[in-house]
């Protein structure tokens, strides 16, 4: 059981005013205009070679164009499905209260006197600072209600919301996973009530979407915006349900890894319910099983990889590509990486599915940033699982040193942005390309200490794997998972052995 905490103003605010600097920045990179549910598509190859790196070969040159088409045709698609749904009558009860002092609402049709008793019985709603539950109404003021002091007969699973969660959020061959839903938290946003930006806290490897059903109850402003990858989406569910000629709810699901913020409630109530969205681990009875449609990013990227495969010309001595994943994933110390290859989310789970269907072999990693280098090594080292090393004693080694001596990591050079930002921590500057495998330009160069696996980046890491704790902003205190970033693998053998693979 979490104790609320109410921070002091001061701290609050310094954590607040770090972070308000950092949309500032990304403010500053350029959103996409804000439409209604605007659709973004933005492609994710790697940022290349930066001006300071020595003269590229034609051959090194080739290849680089051809990983760069590669990622050009994955392309990031909204992290949302959103609509509106119509529900049977005898759906739209709440049952409220505490043990004798029970209410009942019907949400299709309220006063404005009965929204407000509801709103009356709910609590100050919380959110997650790193382990706390805090309070704090300058960044969320909201009323919320525990599933222990509510019961709903809306039917989620029944709702047809699942199917198209299915086919929309996850799409392609993953719209044939199971979805466990799980009810979490009543909230009443009365006039002037907000969420500011957060993710929902990963509640188990599992989870990996937040599902919010809004009651078309007369109000105004409350739209949620979503923002991923440097795009903004809007969904305004007030508008969506007020124009609905029979009562419908509106209904909006995404990755729970993607930023998202309610904005000001300016009249009325708006009433929601949240769930939490998981992998089910067992098939659910009610899914025909049918051989979905592959998406339109999956046949180009299929296409794409295939013809790479087919080339000779292309990584003669086989090597291994690399991507950055778009999404944040659910990591737990304790349970290490396990089934989350199964679990990815988005455009990552289509690259894993169609290098499988082309028989490579993938594995995630984590690359973890390693400061304390005083030597010539990339400042990166790569491991199979992630590693929690804050409960030891001292060993005497750096982090990179223990990762690599006691738990198989692997030093590795990256690109793009995050990797140019980490060279200037670091004291050295490095290369990652070609220069690598050329061992007799490495005789008295940084590269000799470690062994440095040779990796082309298709997409870019977007973040390392945190190995101290930070500031994370939940919509609960975090549990025993936070949200991590990892890499997939992707390993080419030399075109001898692939030609099977391009078919
Ligand atoms: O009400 C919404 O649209 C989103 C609420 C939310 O982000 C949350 O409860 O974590
Ligand atoms: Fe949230």
Same mark, same amino acid.
């Given at each position: 059981?979490?104790? *609320?905490?109410? $921070? ?22 350029? #959103?996409?205009? *804000?439409?209604? &549910?605007?659709?973004?598509? %933005? ?36 992290? +949302? ?12 009860? *709440? ?17 404005? +006197?009965? $929204? ?25 003021? +909201? ?10 007969? &809306? ?7 699942? /199917?198209?969660?299915?086919?929309? $959020? ?13 009810? #979490? ?37 409350? +739209? $949620?915006?979503? !923002? ?40 009325? #109530? ?16 009610? *899914? ?12 180009? &990227? ?8 087919? /080339? ?125 495998? /050329? ?20 997409? /870019?890491?977007?973040?390392? %794997? ?31 052995? !692939? ?5």
């Amino acid at each position: 059981m979490h104790m *609320i905490r109410i $921070l002091p103003t001061r701290t609050l605010h310094n954590v607040l005013s770090r972070r308000a600097f950092l949309w500032r920045e990304r403010v500053a990179f350029g #959103y996409h205009p *804000i439409t209604p &549910f605007h659709n973004a598509t %933005t492609t994710m190859s790697h940022s290349g070679r930066s001006a300071s790196e020595s003269p590229e070969s034609p051959a090194a040159l080739a290849k680089r164009q051809k990983i760069q088409s590669l990622g050009d045709v994955i392309s990031r698609k909204q992290p +949302a499905a959103f609509g509106t749904f119509s529900i049977p009558a005898d759906q739209w009860t *709440i049952f409220y209260g505490t043990k004798g002092n029970t209410n009942r609402i019907n949400l299709s049709n309220a006063s404005e +006197a009965e $929204l407000q008793h509801l709103s009356d019985a709910c609590q100050p709603a919380t959110f997650g600072v790193n382990k706390e539950d805090v309070l704090d109404e300058s960044y969320r003021k +909201a009323g919320k209600m525990d599933v222990t002091d509510f019961a709903t007969n &809306f039917d989620v699973i029944n709702s047809g919301i699942l /199917d198209v969660i299915r086919s929309e $959020l996850l799409e392609g061959h993953e719209s044939n996973k199971a979805i466990k839903t799980e009810l #979490y938290k009543l909230n009443v946003y009365g006039k002037g009530a907000f969420f500011k930006p957060h993710k929902d806290t990963p509640r188990s490897t599992t989870m990996f979407g937040s599902l919010v059903i809004v009651f078309p109850t007369k109000h105004e402003g409350g +739209a $949620l915006m979503l !923002r991923h990858g440097g795009s903004e989406w809007m969904f305004d569910s007030a508008a969506k349900v007020r124009t609905q000629v029979d009562p419908s709810i509106a209904y909006i699901a995404f990755y729970s890894d993607v930023e998202h913020e309610v904005t000001p409630v300016t009249s009325g #109530y708006r009433v929601t319910l949240t769930y939490n969205l998981y992998f089910a681990t067992e098939p659910i009875n009610n *899914i025909i099983p049918v051989i979905p449609a592959p998406s339109s990013t999956e046949i180009a &990227f299929t296409t794409a990889l295939s013809t790479l495969l087919s /080339d000779k010309a292309f990584m003669e001595k086989g090597g291994i590509l690399g991507f950055g994943l778009q999404h944040e994933y659910p990591l737990d110390p304790k349970a290490g990486l396990g089934n989350l290859i199964n679990c990815l989310k988005g455009s990552d789970a289509i690259i894993q599915r169609v290098c499988s269907q082309l028989s490579l072999q993938t594995d995630l990693h984590v690359i973890y940033e390693d400061r304390d280098i005083e030597g010539k090594s990339p400042p990166f080292v790569m491991a199979k699982d992630i590693v929690d090393y804050s409960q030891d004693e001292g060993t005497g080694m750096t982090f990179g040193e223990r990762l690599i001596d006691c738990d198989g990591g692997q030093r590795v050079a990256v690109t793009g942005p995050i990797a140019d930002e980490a060279a200037q921590h670091a004291c050295t500057v490095y290369h990652s390309d070609d220069d690598i495998d /050329d061992e007799s330009e490495n005789d008295d160069d940084e590269f000799k200490d470690d062994y440095v696996v040779d990796v082309d980046w298709v997409t /870019d890491l977007t973040k390392f %794997t945190g190995t101290t704790s930070y500031v994370a902003f939940g919509n609960s205190p975090q549990m025993d998972c936070v949200y991590g970033n990892v890499c997939l693998l992707v390993h080419i053998g030399p075109p001898e052995d !692939r030609t099977r693979h391009s078919n």
